[in-house]
């Protein structure tokens, strides 16, 4: 009989979160959002056009092929680019249940389980997609949103060590945020991935504790590293390389804006934080929390904060 990889992984993941966490923890989900009960995204008209145009099209390609994983992905992954992330779940469950030994529909679930600060199931849905990738080749991610070069910089298995970083900082767990995000740097290959993974690898490392450790790894960066999008966290970077003095933090930040506006802003605010300007990253955090950027990890780090 066939043991599918799919229970197996659950069963350990489930097992490793009862060894860490309290049950009550782990199956209560408290800070989980309810169906429904969170923000729209915030799209201008032009831009919603065009990503409902996108999304009536992946539902097409899906009823031509029901059953097709690449097919329910990008179902799954254009609905929650219009802010439907319980929908776009269900997608994803869906494509789990088809394809169970598929790292793919795990690592997106698992996405859009942080979006929804459900971060133990987050936690259980990307360990189980860097189990199943554990030895194979890696495969570039196709962009759902491409950059200006329409060059995709991050992979299954970066995206996947990325998340449960993500996921692990999130919960405030930073040792094991420092562990996923360095197995994430040794599978960053791209410039850009390499860099924001090290933006979360060297806040996690302070969060942690090991100033020295994150010290050390800022002597490796690159300031000048060539780039294609991912300029906010090398900016952020250059704020520790460049020992920065910012003192009126919400006037150096008035020019940002949209997802950046978060991105850098927690940056920014964890910057000041480790310098011990508490009052002035505590102005960052409440000013990042008025923003409608409410899907964005910096928005997400930000809360995590208070």
Known sequence: MKISLRNIGYQLSIIFLLFIYPAS?????????ERGNYPKSTLSASARESMQGELDAALNALKRQPTGLN????????????GNYYEAI?????AIDLYPDAAEPYRHRGHRWITLRCLDKAIIDLTQATLLTKGKPDVIEPDGMPNEKNIPTSTLQSNSWYHLGLAYYLKGDYARAVESFNNCLSVSTNPDMFIATANWYHVSLRKAGRDKEANAFLKTIDPHVELIENYDYLRILKLYLDKKEISDPIEYLKN???????SFGYGLGAYLLFKGEKQKARLVFDHILQLPQWGAFGYLAAASEH
């Not at 940002?256 to 978060?262: H, I, Q, V």
């Open 256 to 262: 940002e804006a949209g997802l950046g506006a978060a």
């Open 90 to 94: 269900d997608y994803f469950t869906t």
């Open 25 to 33: 923890q782990i199956y209560a989900q408290v800070q989980c959002v």
């Open 71 to 82: 097919e329910l992905i990008w179902a799954g992954r254009r609905t929650a680019y219009m």
